[in-house]
């Protein structure tokens, strides 16, 4: 893992733990969501239209077996996801916006049950400026509803109703559910909205120098 980004990590996750280090936490995250975010607009400047569907580590355990397209895509998507189906009791941006239509998205769920050659073809038909468009606009949604969290909020777990009204949506795997559901909302905050980034962005930019 990128040192810079580690240790942003790190200190976020002590300081979210304590009530009077919580708004310094907060801080913390969204620096480390800029840093990050640096790196993908660093990669829509400079990736051709041909490199974001390729494919170089097919074999790859980890998360460089994908394409740039895809992980991009499945970093927002889970996170609008997260944020405003789980969090924020709100329509997804993806619903709100018509993001499918707009990105030109053959699917509207997170993409994990993409084989390798779906996720190409999916990567190909992808309106990248799209995509990016709708990056930007969830991450500002997802830090808004950072900054107005008080540290007795993050303690809080999903609600079982939500679980339920997530499977109806069809949007997400019912162990990713159960995942997302098993945590609060802090444990949210540092997965998938930290680490997450980190892994795939990571691996993202694997697959660009390659």
């Known amino acids: 893992m990128n040192k810079d980004f580690s240790a942003l990590n790190k200190l976020m996750q002590d300081n979210l733990k304590k009530e009077f280090t919580f708004s310094d936490g907060i801080k913390n995250l969204l620096q480390l969501r800029n840093k990050i975010m640096e790196e993908i607009d660093l990669i829509f400047q400079t990736t051709s239209q041909e490199d974001f569907f390729a494919l170089p580590f097919p ?75 709708y990056a930007k606009l969830v991450k500002e949604t997802s830090e808004k509803m950072m900054l107005e969290l008080s540290f007795e909020q993050t303690k809080s777990k999903i609600q079982e109703e939500k679980k339920e009204y997530l499977r109806t949506l069809k949007v997400a795997d019912d ?26 962005v990571e691996a993202c930019l694997k697959i660009k120098n390659k």
């Not at 609060?184 to 980190?198: E, T, V």
């Open 59 to 133: 074999k790859s355990k980890g998360n460089s077996n994908a394409t740039i397209a895809w992980s991009i895509y499945h970093i927002f998507r889970i996170e609008d996801i997260v944020c405003n189906s789980l969090i924020n009791n709100q329509t997804q941006i993806f619903f709100e916006k018509d993001f499918q239509n707009r990105m030109n998205s053959s699917i509207i769920t997170t993409g994990n049950e993409l084989s390798n050659e779906q996720m190409i073809e999916f990567s190909k038909v992808l309106n990248i400026q799209e995509l990016y468009n």
């Open 175 to 200: 162990w990713l559910i159960e995942y997302w559901c098993g945590k609060n909302i802090r444990g949210l905050l540092q997965m998938p909205f930290s680490r997450h980034w980190i892994m795939h």
